[in-house]
C-alpha cells in the first residue's frame, strides 16, 4: 500500500510532463504548430484524402438521402474550389525552410490564416445550405461530428 502513492505521483508528473509538451507544441512562438517547414508540410499534407473520408464517413454517419448527398456532393466542390488559395500558400510555405524568428513566423501565420479566412468566406454559405437540409436528429449528430477544434470538415 505504501507504494501507491508513489505510482500516483509519478504518474501526475508523468501527465504533467506531458501537459507541457503538448503546450510548448501547440504554442507557434515556441516552434509549434504553423511554425514554417515541416509544421506546414504535416498541415497541409494530404488535405484531398483527408476531406474525402470524413464526407464518407458523415454520409454513412447521417444516414444521407439522395438530396442530402448532393448538397453534400456541392459543399464538398466548394470546398475544393475555396480552399486552392490554401493549397498555394501551403506550397509554398511548406517549400521554405522553417522560420528563424518570430516575426517571421507570425508573418507565415498570417499568410495563412489570410488564405483560410478567404476560403471560410466562401464555404459558409456552402455548409449553411447543406446543413439545413437536415433533419433535427441528423442535425444534433453533425453538431458533435463537426465541431473538432479545426471547425467544420477541415481540409
Not at 45 to 54: G, P
Not at 78 to 107: D, F, G, H, S, Y
Amino acid at each position: 500500500m505504501k507504494s501507491f502513492p508513489r505510482y500516483t505521483i509519478a504518474i501526475l508528473i508523468a501527465l504533467g510532463l506531458a501537459g507541457a509538451v503538448g503546450a510548448a507544441r501547440a504554442n507557434p512562438m515556441m516552434g509549434g504548430h504553423m511554425g514554417g517547414g515541416d509544421q506546414f508540410a504535416r498541415m497541409c499534407s494530404d488535405m484531398d484524402a483527408r476531406m474525402a473520408a470524413k464526407n464518407a464517413y458523415m454520409e454513412i454517419k447521417l444516414d444521407l438521402t439522395d438530396r442530402q448527398k448532393g448538397e453534400l456532393k456541392a459543399l464538398t466542390e466548394t470546398i475544393k474550389a475555396a480552399n486552392e488559395p490554401v493549397r498555394k500558400v501551403c506550397a509554398e510555405l511548406t517549400a521554405q525552410p522553417q522560420a528563424a524568428t518570430p516575426p517571421a513566423r507570425m508573418a507565415q501565420m498570417q499568410k495563412m490564416m489570410e488564405a483560410k479566412t478567404a476560403s471560410m468566406a466562401k464555404v459558409v454559405p456552402a455548409m449553411t445550405k447543406f446543413y439545413e437540409t437536415l433533419t433535427p436528429d441528423q442535425k444534433k449528430l453533425a453538431d458533435t461530428m463537426m465541431s473538432g477544434r479545426h471547425g467544420p470538415m477541415h481540409h
